[in-house]
C-alpha cells in the first residue's frame, strides 16, 4: 500500500504571496492532518480534516486554511506569505477514529524570500 | 495544558552500545504516547505506540518503550544501536480524543560515534 505523498516536495515562495500544498493519504484514510516543523517551535499542529471536514483545528491565524475533497486528498493553503512561514509541512494521515495512529509524508519543504 | 517534554536535546552514543532516550508527559488521563523517528529531509516513521495494556511494549528496528504512570514517562530503549540509528527522534501524544492533534517533544538528536 503506498504511503503519504505530499507534492510539491520545495517551494520557494516571496512575502506576501500565497501557496497551496497538496497531501494523498494512504489508501482508505479518511482522516488528513496537517503540521507546521521549524527549528524554534518544533512540530505543530496545523488542523485536522475528516470526511471533507474540518474536525480540529491548532492555535495558527487564518492565513493558514485547509480543505478535504471526496477522494480524502487535501490541501493546505497559506496567505500573504510571512518569512517565518518558513518550515517543513508535514501531512499526517490515518483511518478516521481520533485514536488512530497517525502516518506521516515526507513534507513539503517551503522557503520564504 | 497537556505537554511531552525530552529532556535532551542530543544524546550521544557508541555503535553496539545501549540507548535510552528520555520522554515525560503531562496529561490528565492516561494519553496515547508515540515515538517517532525523522531521517534528514524525511518525514516521521512511527517506531512504536502505547494505547493500554502492557506497559513494556515493543516496535520496528529492535527498539522498545516502557510506560510507567508513576513517573508520568515513556523511555525509549534499544539495546545495542547501529550507525543507521542516527537521526531525530520524537515522542508525542495525544488524549485520545485527539482534538489537539499530536503533541510533540522538541526531539533528541542521536549521535553514533563509531
Known amino acids: 500500500k503506498a504511503g503519504v505523498t505530499q507534492t510539491p516536495r520545495y517551494l520557494i515562495k516571496t512575502r506576501g504571496q500565497q501557496v497551496t500544498l497538496s497531501c494523498s493519504p494512504i489508501?482508505?484514510?479518511?482522516?488528513v492532518s496537517w503540521y507546521q516543523q521549524t527549528p524554534g517551535q518544533g512540530l505543530q499542529f496545523l488542523f485536522e480534516?475528516?470526511?471533507?471536514?474540518?474536525?480540529n483545528k491548532g492555535n495558527f491565524p487564518g492565513r493558514f486554511s485547509g480543505r478535504q475533497f471526496s477522494n480524502s486528498r487535501s490541501e493546505m493553503n497559506v496567505s500573504t506569505l510571512e518569512l517565518g512561514d518558513s518550515a517543513l509541512y508535514l501531512c499526517?494521515?490515518?483511518?478516521?477514529?481520533?485514536?488512530?495512529?497517525?502516518?506521516f509524508g515526507p513534507g513539503t519543504r517551503l522557503t520564504v524570500l | 495544558a497537556q505537554s511531552v517534554t525530552q529532556p535532551d536535546i542530543h544524546i550521544t552514543v557508541s555503535e553496539g552500545a545501549s540507548l535510552e532516550l528520555r520522554c515525560n508527559y503531562s496529561?490528565?488521563?492516561?494519553?496515547?504516547l508515540f515515538w517517532y523517528v525523522q531521517s534528514p529531509g524525511q518525514g516521521l516513521q512511527l517506531l512504536l505506540k502505547?494505547?493500554?495494556?502492557?506497559?513494556l511494549v515493543q516496535g520496528i528496528k529492535g527498539f522498545e518503550a516502557e510506560f510507567k504512570r508513576s513517573q508520568s514517562s515513556f523511555n525509549l530503549r534499544k539495546p545495542s544501536v547501529h550507525w543507521s540509528d542516527a537521526a531525530e527522534y520524537f515522542c508525542?501524544?495525544?488524549?485520545?480524543?485527539?482534538?489537539?492533534?499530536?503533541?510533540f517533544g522538541k526531539g533528541t538528536h542521536l549521535i553514533i560515534q563509531p
Open positions: 508525542a501524544g495525544h488524549s485520545g480524543g485527539g482534538a489537539d492533534g499530536l503533541t
Open positions: 502505547y494505547f493500554s495494556g502492557d506497559t
Open positions: 499526517a494521515s490515518s483511518p478516521g477514529q481520533l485514536s488512530d495512529t497517525q502516518y
Open positions: 496529561y490528565g488521563a492516561t494519553p496515547y
Open positions: 489508501s482508505g484514510h479518511r482522516s
Open positions: 480534516y475528516f470526511s471533507e471536514t474540518q474536525r
